[in-house]
């Protein structure tokens, strides 16, 4: 099953930006209190409320003083404002800085006069404070049916709540055109929102099933379910990881995932980890390496939103008036100042700049007040004695945050960022099939563990493209391999599991057509023999094996090719004969050994006395072998001085003798050997030498 997480998901920046004021005024004396929830999300506001920053629906009944006000994101009428301050509250301010922008158009247009649309619920608490900001002259319009009842207007003006759905408000606009007699459009749904809506959109295409995670209370979270529906995918609005049912999930292989503008990363990462826990209870334990996939941890921590340089307020048709004045201040500049806002917070990449380097940590200036901290064991992927092996002062480097200590250091990471590189880069190359190197470390109960950066999985199965006997023989070994499985969020196992097999599959056939181009018969090659077998040996000829049968192996009759070849001998081979159509290769060794006769002429004259040994007794001779595979003759006339009735009255067969060769005839292939002559010669040398020794004694 494979969990995709949308590219846009989970908190925007003004959720964040009064997430962190709030945080700021729960570490402060007194106590605090937001009008209405912070964000529409109740585990964000019970968060709070655990933290002594509760919310209330009025002011009247803070009974507490001092106590401080903090205005949610939604923001609210002026008039609210200044009623708290006159009742002595402390004011902090967290309207999101586009929502103000509204506040800011309302207000100029309410000074020219024009009436004022808002697009969007008469109820949520955004719309209740523009048209605190809009005076008289406003009305709210839910749908382009709502547009009817109103009157016709002279002058009118069009703003959207922030996280409205994008057609409808064109729709609107269209509409409104029709009643007005003027009509200024301004298109102020929030990028965050529209983002949101289109990686969802995108993600629906691509699944089975999407979870829109968010509280039911939440606008932009009940417009992004309502945007995946219209997809036809089927659907499902949950606020939190238990609310899953594993019905749903049944015969279902891909899975979106997506959140609202007001979900914490926290029930972002608790769904995916649940997704992975159904995952793993699903699948049997031996599986667990395979087909899974989820999205990269990364992604559920940041969910930055990048925000588009385009200006955010509508083209508008030629009769309506597009209100982008010089010198105001777009949407999509105060989107991009707005993701400078915030201080790194946990999980976020930043850079830093190396300002000291210590045996076991390195100290980063990563702006503002802080200093961040990165100890040895996160500075690298790979074991490093010393900080100092990898940066030195003045290196730019980027870093992950851990976390922040109560004296304002923030703990940081270079590893996690460089994993997150790594994964990013064996990720792609997992998508796009991509050949990667690495090196095999050590071996594991069923297969290989290989060195990719990190550390990878490679199954027995996938280490050739057949059965292999001896795994060790692999380690130390930098090879190929392909990514077969991925998977970022695995807890169990490897994250990524490998093969050789194609790869050695498609090597083994480059190497095979170059072996059948280049082939002859009559050449000699070096081979190797992979396998014994009664009638021969299978060579492997660097690609392709060829059969060396057993009576091609040498001169003389082999009985077993074991009794002198090896397995894994190299050898040089002779190419006998090739059948190209049925790819069979036969070879010969003996093709390139001397013959027996060979070696005979090379080593024996005529008239040497030689010793050999009786092979074989006929009625005419005895058959005398002198050399592997060459027999002589001794004629039965040639066996003593005497006259001879039957050979075997002289010699035995396997009865080792001197003869004397009388003659070699290399085109017959016969020789002739005489056992007298070399007795005789023999008994003379005996007297010379006796005779020689009396003369010498005298
Ligand atoms: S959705 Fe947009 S307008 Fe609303 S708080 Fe987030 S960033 Fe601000």
Partial sequence: MYVL??????????????????????????????????VHNDEVVDYFRKKGVEPVDILGRIREQPAGIIIRSHG??????????????????????????????????????????????????????????????????ASTDEVCGLPV??????????????????????????????????????????????????????????LVIGDRKSSNTRTLSKECQNTGVRTFQIQKASEIKPEWLDGVSKIGITAGASTPDWIIKEVL????????????????????????????????????EENQETNQEPDVQEETPANEESFAKLEAEMADFASPSKGDVIKGKVIQVLDDEVMVDVGGKSEGIIPLREMS???????????????????????????????????????????????????????????????????LLVDVGIVAFLPASHVEDGYVKNLDEYINRDLSFKIIEFNRNKRRGSQVVL?????????????????????????????????????????????????????????????????VLQEGEELDVYILAL????????????????????????????????????????????????EAGVDGLVHISQLANHRVEKPEDVVQVNEKIKIKILSIDPEEKRIGLSLKEAQNELENQEIEEYMENQEEND
């Fill in 153 to 210: 207007l002279q002058k009118a003006a069009l703003v959207s709540q922030t996280t409205k759905d994008q057609k409808e408000f064109l729709e609107v606009a269209e509409a409104l055109r029709n009643k007005c007699r003027e009509l200024k459009v301004f298109n102020t749904i929030c990028s965050a929102t529209r983002n949101r809506q289109e990686a969802a959109q995108d993600l629906c295409w691509e699944v089975d099933l999407m």
């Fill in 381 to 447: 992927l790979q074991d490093i004695d010393s900080a100092k092996e990898l940066v030195e002062v003045g290196d730019e480097i980027e870093v992950m945050v851990l976390k922040w200590d109560d004296d304002g250091t923030i703990l940081l990471s270079k590893k996690k960022v460089d994993a997150k590189i790594l994964l990013d880069e064996l990720e792609e190359s997992f998508k796009d099939g991509k050949v990667i190197q690495g090196t095999v470390t050590g071996s594991v109960k069923g297969g």
């Fill in 273 to 308: 980890d649940r997704m992975t826990l159904y995952e793993e209870e699903k699948m049997p334990e031996e599986n667990q390496e395979t087909n899974q996939e989820t999205m990269p941890e990364e992604n559920q921590e940041t969910n930055q939103e990048t925000m588009p």
């Fill in 5 to 38: 997480l949308a590219r846009n998901a989970g908190f925007c920046a003004g959720v964040k930006k009064a997430v962190k004021i709030a945080e700021e005024a729960a570490g402060e004396p007194g106590k605090w209190f937001t009008l209405g929830p912070l």
């Fill in 76 to 141: 609210t009428s002026p008039e609210l404002i200044n009623k708290a301050r006159e009742q002595g509250f402390e004011v902090r301010d967290a309207t999101c800085v586009l929502v103000k922008k509204i506040h800011e158009i309302v207000t100029r247009l309410r000074g020219e006069d024009y009436d004022i649309v808002v697009f969007g619920d008469a109820k949520h608490p955004e719309v209740e404070g523009i048209l605190g900001w809009c005076g008289r002259r406003a009305s709210v319009v």
């Fill in 579 to 626: 059948d190209r159509e049925k790819e069979r290769v036969s070879l010969s060794r003996k093709k390139l050994l001397k013959s027996p006769w060979e070696i005979v002429i090379e080593k024996f004259q005529e008239g040497d006395i030689i010793e050999g040994t009786v092979v074989r007794i006929a009625p005419f001779g005895a058959f005398v072998e002198i």
């Fill in 499 to 563: 093969s050789r097999k194609e790869l050695v599959a498609e090597e083994k056939a480059k190497q095979k057509k170059l072996f059948w181009e280049e082939i002859e018969e009559g050449q000699v090659r070096k081979g190797r023999i992979k396998r014994l077998v009664d009638y021969g040996a299978f060579i492997d000829l660097g690609g392709y094996e060829g059969l060396l049968h057993v009576s091609e192996i040498a001169h003389t009759r082999i009985e077993q090719p074991s009794d």
